[in-house]
């Protein structure tokens, strides 16, 4: 009998892959599964200490807690500053949406505190990021896709992180490309919200280099604002996408003109998002890893 139920749920787990990973770990991470592993005394570029790997999640369940518990959840953090794991992960059991993050990752050179809030952010969106959600065998799960929370990350969660700092002073600190200054500065007319539009973007930057990186690109081939991923699907990749797709989609979720306040859906994919089908040209998701419904 004890063999039966373990058989069952061995192929319970492969056919719910990879919508719902049967391990501690829970979703998938923000990156594809690698062994690249950065422990505490190894020296790097990054400026995330300890306390700043603390604070920016701080910041960020301050904000976010609350909105989750009107969603009926209890929004939890797995700090593993000491892990040298270069990933993040979303789970969940019953009512607690966890989100688990790591050292390892906070401490890639690549990574940018503003990248770093932007992981947050993306995790939180698999529990809150809305529609297209991830399927299994037996149907659509409680997460959202890799490029709905790469959206929902900049277009409503880094906005309400960044609202309170004194943007226009940071970005004034920042190298921002001049295309991305032109389109922050077309989107939005209030300075600071173009701020927070360029801020948003770097941070997208910074992530679409991690994952550059990963996957051992030459110098060339970095994602980079003057490229577009030009890949069209056929339906909705609910998995990691391309790093300039990925970028694409930061860069979009960073210029979309709808507020911040207005909430994303579990059943409505053109609710809270710039969307075609609403007439909004700019800022809509792309269609290298989005296809809308017809």
Same mark, same amino acid.
């Given at each position: 009998?004890?063999?039966?139920?373990?058989?069952?749920?061995?192929?319970?787990?492969?056919?719910?892959?990879?919508?719902?990973?049967?391990?501690?770990?829970?979703?998938?991470?923000?990156?594809?599964?690698?062994?690249? $592993?950065?422990?505490?005394?190894?020296?790097?570029?990054?400026?995330?200490?300890? &306390? &700043?790997?603390?604070?920016?999640?701080?910041?960020?369940?301050?904000?976010?807690?609350?909105?989750?518990?009107?969603?009926?959840?209890?929004?939890?953090?797995?700090?593993?500053?000491?892990?040298?794991?270069?990933?993040?992960?979303?789970?969940?059991?019953?009512?607690?949406?966890?989100?688990?993050?790591?050292?390892?990752?906070?401490?890639?050179?690549?990574?940018?505190?503003?990248?770093?809030?932007?992981?947050?952010?993306?995790?939180?969106?698999?529990?809150?990021?809305?529609?297209?959600?991830?399927?299994?065998?037996?149907?659509?799960? $409680?997460?959202?896709?890799?490029?709905?929370?790469?959206?929902?990350?900049?277009?409503?969660?880094?906005?309400?992180?960044?609202?309170?700092?004194?943007?226009?002073?940071?970005?004034?600190?920042?190298?921002?490309?001049?295309?991305?200054?032109?389109?922050?500065?077309?989107?939005?007319?209030?300075?600071?919200?173009?701020?927070?539009?360029?801020?948003?973007?770097?941070?997208?930057?910074?992530?679409?280099?991690?994952?550059?990186?990963?996957?051992?690109?030459?110098?060339?081939?970095?994602? &980079?604002?003057?490229?577009?991923?030009?890949?069209?699907?056929?339906?909705?990749?609910?998995?990691?996408?391309?790093?300039?797709?990925?970028?694409?989609?930061?860069?979009?979720?960073?210029?979309?003109?709808?507020?911040? &306040?207005?909430?994303?859906?579990?059943?409505?994919?053109?609710?809270?998002?710039?969307?075609?089908?609403?007439?909004?040209?700019?800022?809509?998701?792309?269609?290298?890893?989005?296809?809308?419904?017809?």
């Amino acid at each position: 009998m004890k063999r039966t139920l373990l058989a069952i749920m061995a192929i319970t787990c492969i056919l719910m892959a990879p919508a719902f990973s049967c391990d501690e770990r829970g979703q998938t991470g923000i990156v594809e599964d690698n062994d690249l $592993w950065i422990g505490q005394d190894v020296k790097s570029a990054s400026t995330i200490d300890e &306390a &700043a790997f603390n604070k920016i999640i701080d910041d960020i369940g301050k904000i976010y807690s609350p909105m989750v518990a009107k969603k009926g959840g209890k929004l939890t953090f797995i700090r593993n500053w000491s892990d040298g794991t270069v990933n993040a992960y979303a789970s969940r059991k019953g009512n607690i949406f966890n989100v688990a993050m790591y050292g390892g990752l906070a401490r890639h050179d690549a990574i940018t505190p503003d990248g770093f809030a932007l992981v947050v952010c993306h995790e939180l969106g698999h529990h809150i990021g809305g529609i297209p959600k991830k399927r299994s065998f037996f149907g659509t799960t $409680w997460a959202s896709t890799e490029g709905q929370a790469d959206y929902f990350g900049n277009l409503k969660c880094l906005r309400n992180y960044m609202e309170g700092d004194d943007n226009i002073k940071i970005i004034g600190l920042m190298k921002i490309p001049a295309d991305v200054k032109t389109m922050c500065n077309k989107q939005f007319a209030d300075a600071n919200d173009s701020a927070i539009c360029q801020r948003g973007s770097m941070a997208g930057l910074s992530l679409a280099n991690l994952f550059a990186s990963l996957r051992k690109f030459t110098q060339d081939k970095f994602p &980079a604002f003057d490229k577009l991923d030009r890949k069209i699907v056929s339906k909705t990749n609910p998995n990691h996408p391309a790093p300039q797709c990925r970028l694409d989609t930061y860069f979009a979720g960073s210029i979309c003109e709808i507020d911040k &306040a207005t909430d994303v859906s579990d059943k409505d994919e053109d609710a809270g998002v710039c969307s075609r089908k609403l007439g909004i040209k700019i800022g809509t998701r792309p269609f290298c890893w989005f296809k809308p419904k017809a």
